[in-house]
C-alpha cells in the first residue's frame, strides 16, 4: 500500500512540474509581443514600425479620420501633436470595427546610452487610443506600460 501511494506521490509531482513548466513558456509566450516594444535608445521610431502622426496622408484613407481625431484630442489637452509617433493595429478583442492607435511621444526615442533597453512608458506619455472606425469616436484612451 505505502509502494502505491510512493508511486502516486512521485507521478503527480511530474505532473505539477509538468504544469509549472508549461504556466512559464505561455507566460513567456504571451508576453512577446510586449518584449517587441521594447526600445533601444537611440533607436529611430521608423525602425519599428512607427510613423509620423502629422504625417496623415502617409497613412490609409480609412484611418485618417481616426488620426485626425487622436490630434484634435492631443491639441486639446495642450499637447504638441507633432512630438507622436503612430502605429495601427486591429482591436482584436472586440467584435467591432475599432483600430488602436498607439501613440509613442518623441521623448522615448531619445539618444542617451544606446546599449541600454527599456521597456514601458518612459516618457510618461505613450498610450493606446482605442477608436470605433463604425461610429467614429474614441472609446479609450490609456497609458502604456
Known amino acids: 500500500m505505502s509502494t502505491r501511494l510512493l508511486i502516486l506521490a512521485i507521478i503527480l509531482s511530474i505532473l505539477i512540474i509538468i504544469l509549472i513548466t508549461m504556466g512559464i513558456f505561455s507566460f513567456l509566450n504571451k508576453n512577446k509581443e510586449k518584449a517587441s516594444e521594447t526600445f533601444k535608445f537611440g533607436s529611430s521610431p521608423e525602425s519599428k514600425g512607427y510613423k509620423l502622426l502629422t504625417n496623415v496622408s502617409e497613412f490609409s484613407k480609412e484611418y485618417q479620420e481616426a488620426l485626425n481625431t487622436v490630434i484634435a484630442k492631443l491639441k486639446s489637452e495642450k499637447d504638441n501633436p507633432n512630438d507622436y509617433y503612430v502605429k495601427i493595429k486591429q482591436a482584436e478583442e472586440y467584435n467591432t470595427n475599432t483600430i ?3 501613440i509613442i511621444h518623441k521623448n522615448t526615442f531619445e539618444t542617451k546610452d ?23 469616436i474614441i472609446t479609450k484612451d490609456l497609458l502604456t506600460r
Open 100 to 102: 488602436i492607435v498607439s
Open 114 to 136: 544606446p546599449n541600454k533597453v527599456i521597456a514601458g512608458n518612459p516618457s510618461g506619455k505613450d498610450r493606446n487610443i482605442y477608436y470605433n472606425l463604425d461610429v467614429k
